[in-house]
């Protein structure tokens, strides 16, 4: 513990937080300050802390009997100490140095918490002794009571923290004054006060096991107080404050599963900080072995305060390290004997005969175009904070796919290879890096390798008297001082302050040690490294993960015994003769651990034993959500289905987390299954709100809406605002607003379902392009609305992109007949050309504009359909009718005689064979529509293409082409068909010929 000698001096970033004007309301504050211990014993924070309790034990008596939580105890010592001293005094400005010190006292917890779970350096003083006081802290047992009560106090809607947290009295005592209390977050307080609240419980966030409804309610609340103001207009923010806001506010999002909303952040941010940068390609070789340079994916990036990079010679990455003498973690060597350490980028005039890149220069920002890929400068910490939080938002949308990672690498790249001033961003981005290696052959080495480096990092840098390893171990002072890491310990060099590790924290997506240490576990698992996996889990004391793992390894039987041991007593009493063969099958432990709802769910996933999860959510108060989430998979897996118990489970849980994306997006599934077709577009409008990126999600709200009914105005309300909010911007929404109301005020749209129907099905094709379905069910829809609402450039498109898709497979067969029937049905019958023609060079002729809707049924006809057909005469029927249209008959007689041999060539075998009179029957009208339709009416034409003299005829012996084709099918009918009713009209039409 510090000495009370010294001396309390206020940090220089909150001189003026409390001032008398209030400057500092109006300005986002980062809340950067120097993490010291002397904020923990100024006379104030001993007041609300130990100052009488060693001569007043009795008020801290509810604590150690644990009646009273710690943190609502420190909340009433605030509340009090306040009132009491506003009684004293009526001078404004010694309040709000009152104020300001219990804000410092609040902050100065939450920093050091993290300091010593996140960042490191070690805390130089004992954290118990400080705010519990040496009374308290003298007796081992009586801590660990109080801790294990704030642990268990800490939990939220059945979520539990990480059971072994160290040093967790300083996160009570920061959310006891930052958030409990209520007395700092008033109105007039200044933003720093919100701001310190929202990341204390977005902190808490992050220390669950999964996100809670309540605790993303008040974070999400206080960041719209922040928005308003540090957004506003009216606020004369400067651009890097709303840039270090809004990249704070899109870590959140990342966390919560937003990713839509944290990449429009991110794009902010970029705009307001000036910062450049592109994603594109750069010719050079990645492998010691490529003779020719190829595209290769890279990130330029150029802060606004970064001057122009004078020429020089290419500098390694080590080389710049030693050069800027800032310290940070070193980066391990691939040392692969393929792969380069980094790409060898080509040089201006060093290009191959075959030039392929992701981009063309020409679309990148005139800042970025003579930028070096190799010897890039170094960037702003927070534009390097941003390129991280793009890494983490394209990886939390899909982790595990290859094209994710190739994607994501190249972020993290830039800042490693660049260096960055910063040696928390340069661990994170070691710590990206690392996570897309890992799944590469000739890079998986160095990715496990890194980050088990950063996990001693971490161990080493957090490492206090209180820690895991040395609660759950029995160790010596020394080993207590210098942690065991399984690669050699960091130099002196490769360390750096508190200060400077936490001064971007908020704009990171950080982790917790533990939670670090468990995705490396799960990294070993991934590798086959069972065992290594196995022994973090357990020094991490993660009952639940050992669990999960044996389950993986279908040793489902030890999984259970794992599991069962934290939960109930042993059969064979308290001290069973054979521990590692016994069953614990005695009455459950009283009192359960902290985490008992997840463990109750766990048994409950590998026994898909109902009763485990209704348990699970009776032990949580009915609080812990994933309970019912799991317990309405069961029934949906039951045979046959039980959707209303299922339905029913899924509601549960959405009154405790209303803002779950999948469990709305699975009771709308459940409600489409049950026809209950307006609540399906209630929840498939809450998911795609949610998550505006989830395809299944709006094409299930299509297919909702189609169905529900006509007469449900406010389903189809949240439903249009829903689609609405997605496509247009602000002040063309006001007025379509205005307009709809007028419209409906007039006259009620019978169509107005199926219209939203067709804007849902976009949105999911736009997300979804290469889902065929998706691209059918537009066609379907869109050629459902009668004119004059149907949309034929959709329906066009949409059948173009479904010949695209499905034709490989099913060649003619992915072309609707019907609705194409109805597009040249339009195109020839029903448009007006006047004003769409266009003269043709030398010709008289005339063609129609490619973008109208005509131009584009023709496009479609000619460039999609037409190479398709093989055996379909439908087909090429409408395709005679279309060149028909175009005046060109030769072509339209041609596509009639191709329609007539594709009838006969399918009915031979059939009907000439086998005696199958339909078949017979199809070819006599198919004979009857060549001759009457084709050879009688188009034979005598004029041919296209001929001046005005010409006399060339499109068929002058259509005559004897027809008794041709008549003669041949009379020989061929004539063993089964002769005297027939269709043997009959080709007698009669041969004879018409002749005469």
């Not at 001569?55 to 009090?80: C, H, I, M, Q, Y």
């Not at 310190?196 to 999400?220: C, D, P, W």
């Not at 490492?463 to 040395?470: C, F, G, P």
């Not at 004897?960 to 089964?976: H, T, W, Y």
């Amino acid at each position: 513990m510090a000495s009370e000698t010294k001396t309390h001096t206020q940090p220089p970033q909150y001189s003026t937080i409390y001032d008398e004007n209030n400057i500092a309301k109006t300005k986002y504050d980062p809340i950067r300050i120097r993490t010291t211990d002397h904020l923990l014993q100024t006379p104030i924070a001993q007041a609300l802390l130990v100052q009488d309790i060693s001569d007043n034990v009795s008020e801290f008596e509810p604590v150690l009997k644990g009646e009273k939580s710690f943190t609502d105890w420190v909340a009433e010592r605030v509340r009090k100490f306040i009132s009491i001293s506003i009684e004293k005094t009526d001078d404004q400005s010694k309040r709000n140095v009152l104020l300001s010190h219990i804000l410092h006292t609040g902050v100065a917890a939450l920093f050091f918490f993290l300091q010593s779970n996140v960042t490191g350096p070690p805390l130089e003083f004992d954290s118990a002794a400080v705010i519990l006081g040496e009374k308290v802290t003298s007796d081992r047992s009586v801590l660990d009571a109080i801790r294990t009560k704030m642990l268990r106090d800490l939990s939220v809607d059945g979520e539990a923290v990480y059971p072994l947290t160290p040093n967790i009295e300083l996160f009570c005592l920061a959310k006891a004054i930052l958030v409990d209390s209520g007395v700092l977050v008033t109105e007039g307080s200044p933003l720093v006060a919100t701001t310190a609240r929202a990341r204390v419980n977005f902190l808490h966030q992050k220390m669950l096991s999964e996100v809670t409804g309540t605790l993303q309610k008040a974070i999400y609340d206080d960041l719209d107080v922040l928005a308003a103001d540090v957004l506003g207009k009216e606020i004369g923010s400067s651009g890097g404050e709303k840039a270090a806001f809004l990249l704070e506010r899109a870590t959140i999002h990342t966390h919560h599963g937003f990713d839509h909303k944290a990449r429009l952040d991110l794009e902010q941010a970029a705009v307001e900080n000036g910062f450049e940068f592109a994603l594109t390609g750069k010719l050079g070789k990645r492998t010691k072995f490529q003779d020719r340079d190829i595209s290769q994916l890279v990130v330029l990036a150029k802060s606004a305060d970064t001057t122009d990079p004078v020429p020089t010679k290419v500098t390694s990455r080590v080389e710049k390290e030693e050069q800027s003498g800032v310290s940070q973690p070193k980066a391990l060597d691939l040392n692969d004997d393929t792969l380069l350490e980094t790409i060898a980028f080509a040089k201006e005039g060093n290009k191959p005969e075959k030039i392929t890149t992701v981009q063309d220069e020409s679309s990148l920002p005139a800042a970025l175009v003579s930028i070096d890929p190799s010897d890039q400068p170094k960037l702003n910490p927070l534009d390097s904070s941003l390129l991280l939080a793009i890494a983490s938002a394209i990886t939390n949308n899909s982790p595990e796919h290859g094209l994710t990672r190739e994607e994501t690498q190249p972020y993290a790249t830039r800042i490693i290879e660049g260096g960055s001033s910063n040696w928390q961003i340069y661990t994170q981005a070691l710590l990206v890096r690392s996570r897309c290696e890992a799944y590469k052959s000739r890079t998986v080495e160095r990715g496990v390798l890194q980050m088990q480096a950063l996990v001693d990092q971490v161990i080493a840098d957090t490492a206090t008297s209180d820690s895991a390893v040395v609660r759950s171990h029995t160790v010596t002072n020394e080993q207590e001082n210098q942690p065991t890491t399984f690669l050699p310990r960091p130099q002196e060099s490769e360390s750096a302050t508190a200060e400077e590790r936490m001064e971007y924290i908020w704009t990171l997506n950080f982790q917790t040690r533990w939670n670090l240490e468990a995705e490396l576990a799960q990294r070993w698992v991934s590798l086959g490294g069972l065992r290594t996996a196995l022994d973090i889990y357990e020094r991490l004391e993660m009952w639940a993960e050992v669990a999960l793992c044996y389950a993986a390894t279908e040793r489902e039987e030890k999984a259970k015994a794992i599991v069962r041991r934290q939960l109930y007593h042993p059969t064979n009493g308290n001290k069973p003769e054979d521990e590692e063969n016994e069953r614990y099958e005695g009455p459950e432990l009283s009192p359960l651990p902290v985490d008992a709802p997840r463990l109750f769910c766990i048994l409950g996933d590998v026994n898909e034993d109902p009763d485990m999860y209704e348990r699970a959510w009776d032990v949580s108060g009915q609080r812990y959500a994933r309970a019912q989430r799991s317990l309405a998979r069961l029934y949906l897996k039951s045979q046959p289905p039980i959707l209303d118990k299922a339905e029913e489970a899924y509601k549960k849980s959405l009154k405790i987390n209303p803002l779950n994306h999948g469990a709305w997006f699975a009771l709308g599934c459940v409600q489409l299954n049950r026809e209950q077709w307006d609540d399906a577009v209630e929840s498939f409008t809450r998911t795609v709100q949610l998550e505006q990126d989830d395809a299944e999600a709006w094409s299930n709200l299509a297919a909702a809406l189609l169905n529900a009914s006509s007469n449900s105005e406010s389903t189809a309300k949240k439903a249009g605002e829903a689609i609405s909010s997605e496509l247009l911007p602000a002040d063309i929404k006001a007025e379509d607003e205005e307009e709809s109301e007028m419209t409906e005020a007039k006259k009620p749209d019978p169509y107005k379902h199926t219209r939203d129907a067709l804007t849902a099905l976009h949105h999911s094709a736009r997300l979804k392009q290469t889902d065929h379905r998706i691209w059918d069910n537009i066609l379907t829809v869109a050629s459902s609305l009668p004119a004059p609402l149907t949309p034929y450039k959709d329906i066009v498109f949409a059948q173009r992109k479904v010949v695209e898709l499905v034709s490989p497979k099913k060649g003619e067969k992915a072309v609707d007949l019907a609705i194409l029937s109805m597009l040249v049905d339009h195109l020839v019958n029903n448009f007006e050309y006047e004003g769409l023609l266009i003269p043709v060079d030398g010709t008289d002729q005339k063609i129609l504009r490619s973008g109208t809707v005509p131009g584009q049924i023709l496009s479609l006809i000619d460039n999609a359909i037409v190479p398709l057909i093989t055996h379909s005469a439908p087909l090429w029927l409408l395709v005679s009718k279309v060149e028909l249209f175009r005046n060109q008959p030769s072509k339209a007689l041609a596509a009639q005689e191709k329609a007539w041999r594709a009838t006969v060539s399918t009915c031979t075998q059939p009907a000439f064979q086998m005696g199958d009179e339909k078949k017979w029957k199809e070819i006599v009208k198919a004979t009857e529509r060549l001759v009457r339709d084709g050879y009688a009416r188009m034979g005598g034409m004029a041919k296209e293409g001929q001046g005005e003299d010409g006399e060339e005829l499109v068929a002058a012996d259509w005559r004897f082409k027809s008794r041709s084709a008549v003669r041949g099918i009379l020989g061929k009918g004539k063993e089964f068909f002769e005297g027939t009713d269709g043997w009959m009209q080709l007698k009669e039409l041969q004879e018409e010929i002749t005469g």
